[in-house]
């Protein structure tokens, strides 16, 4: 993506909180908006607070304001700081499993625990960061200085197979194929339950939930087009009652969109959660799936990028790459056998 499931490379991330909330009641009006904030603000310039202003980022009794020259009005002030952009990502020499590389692009198998690129909170331990150590100035600049080479994403905590672009001109081609869809995406999933039926395609609209701005929803208007087949493969825990769900089941999703958490929103919708989500996993499994979730050691959703196969936008070869889940899912499946 992002992400990809993606956690997606069409969709920006969640809106950042701010930094710092600094408010203030100002009480005498007439003295220029400005000149009063920066007495009410000592930490902060008249100029660094004209340019707060004309970013939005100031309000007056929760309105907005657009300028600081006005004369300043009685009310509460806020003064939203946004936060610190992040540092010039940094090579660090963290190990990588590479599954292929060539002049233009380099496809690895992520390990879960990874974030794609520094973020807020995230900045050093990334993909990023250990690209640019394996990489070094070979590794394409079209994503920006803080993602050099991404063309997709997948969650931090999503292990699986991922394309990296090395060159300008590989960056442009993948990211036209994701455009597009032209990229085969297979994951495999632990889920809560098994949705029904046993094989069908899930196709709503996804955005941003209205009650939580850092999770993704199915809505019934806005959002965008989302498409997910799934298959479940294998089922685990007989049903409690005739008719009934088993206990968990393992399911093969494969992607025709790129939404933010597709996947971990749409087996969610269909009741049948991914194992180990803190964030789609509503409800709790049976008392014996949690059990074997702890044995496992799984802290995690249990979601792996198992197939991703594309056109090299250089060369024209067709390249796949299929992993196996790692070890904490492998576990976690092998125990859910025995249910």
């Known amino acids: 993506m992002s992400d990809p499931d993606l956690i997606d490379e069409e969709d920006l991330p969640p809106p950042l909180a701010p930094a710092e909330v600094l408010e203030a009641r100002l009480a005498a009006p007439g003295v220029r908006l400005d000149k009063a904030l920066a007495d009410a603000f000592p930490t902060l310039s008249r100029a660094r607070l004209q340019a707060l202003i004309a970013s939005g980022a100031v309000s007056r009794d929760g309105q907005p304001l657009t300028g600081g020259s006005a004369k300043a009005q009685p009310g509460l002030y806020v003064v939203a700081l946004p936060p610190v952009a992040p540092a010039t990502p940094q090579p660090e020499a963290i190990p990588l ?3 292929y590389e060539d002049a233009d692009l380099i496809v690895i198998d992520k390990s879960a625990g990874m974030a794609a690129h520094p973020a807020p909170g995230c900045e050093s331990g990334t993909l990023v960061n250990a690209l640019l150590a394996h990489c070094g100035d070979s590794l394409s600049g079209i994503g920006g200085v803080a993602r050099p080479g991404i063309v997709h994403r997948l969650d931090k905590d999503t292990s699986g197979v991922m394309v990296a672009a090395k060159t300008d001109r590989a ?36 955005g941003r939930s209205t009650g939580d701005r850092k999770k993704m929803a199915v809505l ?16 685990f825990g007989e049903p409690a009652k005739s008719g009934g769900a088993p206990m968990a089941a393992r399911v093969a999703c494969t992607l025709h969109t790129g939404r933010t958490h597709q996947i971990r929103v749409h087996l ?6 991914i194992l180990g989500d803190a964030t789609y996993g509503s409800g709790s499994p049976a008392a014996a799936v949690r059990a074997t979730i702890a044995e496992a050691g799984l802290t995690r959703q249990a979601l ?12 024209g070869e067709t390249l796949r ?19």
Do not use: C, N, W
């Open 321 to 339: 790459f299929e992993t196996a889940p790692p070890a904490d899912m492998m576990r976690l499946e092998a125990l859910l056998s025995d249910l």
């Open 171 to 206: 960056h442009a081609g993948l990211s036209a194929l994701f455009a597009t869809h032209d990229i085969e995406r297979t994951y495999i999933a632990l889920t809560r339950g098994a949705p029904s039926p046993s094989k069908g395609r899930i196709e709503t609209r996804i």
């Open 220 to 235: 019934r208007a806005g959002g965008r087009e989302a498409i997910t087949d799934y298959v479940v493969q294998a089922t």
């Open 97 to 99: 499993t590479v599954l």
């Open 304 to 315: 792996h990028a198992a197939v991703l196969g594309f056109v090299h936008p250089v060369t």
């Open 268 to 273: 969610s919708s269909k009741g049948s959660p």
